[in-house]
């Protein structure tokens, strides 16, 4: 089941900050953050694992409320080079994602 | 981290025919999956790929159509059998490490 993604876009000032969100009905095991800039492949951003682990890039910060299932993305003092569609991809311990329907975002000077 | 070889990176081909993707990843991994990406679309998962047995597919997606092979630990193809334009997408293969997956870079079909 597909998770739901919030907002569908966003535009940002250079500067500015923006939160990304992303709902399951299913109690999850993680969840995957991802970018993904026209004609390129998705790049891994983030993940977050039930029970608090996590790992991802210096700059980028999520969040993850198991019992809401939730997870949200922050995109802090935003630069040019965040702009494209953000995916979250939720598994439910059987090594599957399964992808939100993505955010773009527009990073402007 | 994994490093994943995709090829081909695109392809135009004729309605009614087949193309193979390949897949070949860097190290041995156990699960080797095929998202499709259709134009302006999120990926869906087509099939999981594990060496040793078939190839687990998603609802919606069948054998028929999308053949997969996975004869090692490295590598896996898909084939995009009896093309039609509706098959027009990205094709991506995923690995699956602790803590991180990896894409392909995908390859883009249009059929015409």
């Known amino acids: 089941q597909q998770p739901v993604q919030s907002p569908q876009a966003v535009i940002l000032r250079e500067g500015e900050d923006a939160v990304i969100n992303c709902s399951s009905s299913?109690?999850?095991?993680?969840v995957h953050w991802y970018r993904q800039k026209h004609g390129e492949a998705p790049v891994f951003l983030m993940i977050?694992?039930?029970?608090?682990e996590q790992k991802g890039h210096e700059k980028i910060s999520a969040s993850f409320n198991e019992k809401k299932q939730q997870s949200s993305l922050y995109l802090t003092a935003s630069q040019l080079s965040y702009s494209g569609t953000y995916f979250c991809?939720?598994?439910?311990?059987?090594?599957?994602?399964?992808f939100g329907a993505g955010t773009t975002v527009t990073v402007r000077a | 981290s994994a490093v994943i070889s995709q090829k081909p990176s695109r392809d135009i081909c004729q309605r009614g025919t087949s193309l193979t993707i390949q897949c070949q990843v860097d190290?041995?991994?156990?699960?080797m999956f095929w998202y499709r990406q259709q134009p302006g679309q999120s990926l869906t998962l087509i099939a999981t790929?594990?060496?040793?047995?078939?190839?687990?597919?998603e609802s919606g997606f069948v054998i028929d159509k999308f053949p997969i092979s996975r004869p090692n630990l490295t590598f896996s193809t898909l084939t995009v059998s009896n093309m039609s334009p509706e098959d027009s997408s990205i094709y991506l293969c995923?690995?699956?490490?602790?803590?991180?997956?990896?894409f392909g870079q995908g390859t883009r079909l249009t059929v015409v």
């Open positions: 995923s690995v699956d490490q602790p803590l991180e997956a990896f």
């Open positions: 299913k109690a999850l095991y993680s």
């Open positions: 977050l694992l039930k029970g608090g």
């Open positions: 991809g939720t598994e439910w311990g059987d090594y599957k994602l399964s």
């Open positions: 190290s041995q991994v156990t699960m």
């Open positions: 790929a594990n060496q040793g047995s078939e190839a687990t597919y």
